[in-house]
């Protein structure tokens, strides 16, 4: 159900080469594979909803929007070559949920896929070295893109009977403190073990076909939070010559 988008993450390599050619003394850019934790709280409240409108007595839920791995491209800029920087990032994150019945007579399923699409700009310090560990703190704040995708099927005695499928898409923000363990590796590459905490902000999801049609939860809408820890593998290349 949640397969890597390549074509994003081949997007990025091609971002940060074309960097590389103007400004190779005093750029740094890399690609990095991780794992985050997401609240969803709203999401899972919704998925429980889901399954009291529909009146299927052994329905329950069997996935629940799960942490998951996450995929990072980011693009550093040191003043002078020194060692705080300025950067950007972009990170694809996926996650969703399955409600799911079925017996002799049929099956029912409903399927909640979630992605988002994370862009944003941060501030690196360094904070200290240890042979050669180096330690940096850094603050990063940006925006979300997030779609949804709602599918819902029925099937009786092998015949599908209903059949449904909604598209939701909405903006987030989001701020993220980390701590980034850096270690050379092989002349100007470097591996770099990250652990993060990101908050997400109140957001909307809106049907893609009907932009006036907000997805509520009770009152108030339905957010998407990706809020939790994030631990992340990066490799980091120096673009100085």
Do not use: C
């Amino acid at each position: 159900m949640m397969l890597f988008k390549f074509k994003y993450f081949v997007s990025g390599l091609i971002f940060l080469l074309l960097f590389k050619t103007g400004f190779s003394q005093t750029y740094s850019g890399g690609i990095g594979l991780g794992y985050g934790m997401y609240q969803m709280n709203d999401m899972k409240n919704f998925q429980e909803k889901l399954i009291n409108s529909v009146d299927i007595t052994n329905l329950s839920s069997v996935v629940s929007f799960p942490g998951f791995i996450f995929y990072s491209v980011h693009l550093y800029y040191l003043p002078k070559n020194k060692l705080n920087s300025f950067g950007t990032e972009f990170n694809y994150y996926m996650t969703g949920a399955r409600n799911h019945a079925a017996d002799y007579s049929g099956e029912y399923k409903t399927d909640i896929q979630l992605n988002g699409y994370r862009l944003g700009l941060n501030y690196k310090m360094h904070v200290e070295k240890i042979g050669p560990l180096n330690i940096y703190a850094q603050l990063g704040a940006g925006a979300f893109l997030n779609k949804m995708t709602l599918n819902e099927d029925l099937t009786v005695s092998y015949q599908e009977i209903l059949s449904n499928i909604y598209y939701f898409n909405g903006i987030s923000t989001f701020i993220e403190p980390k701590i980034i363990l850096s270690i050379p590796v092989y002349k100007q590459l470097n591996l770099n073990l990250n652990i993060a905490f990101e908050y997400d902000f109140k957001n909307k999801l809106r049907l893609r076909d009907d932009r006036s049609q907000i997805l509520y939860l009770g009152y108030n809408p339905a957010s998407v939070k990706w809020t939790g820890l994030r631990f992340m593998t990066e490799l980091s290349y120096n673009l100085n010559n």
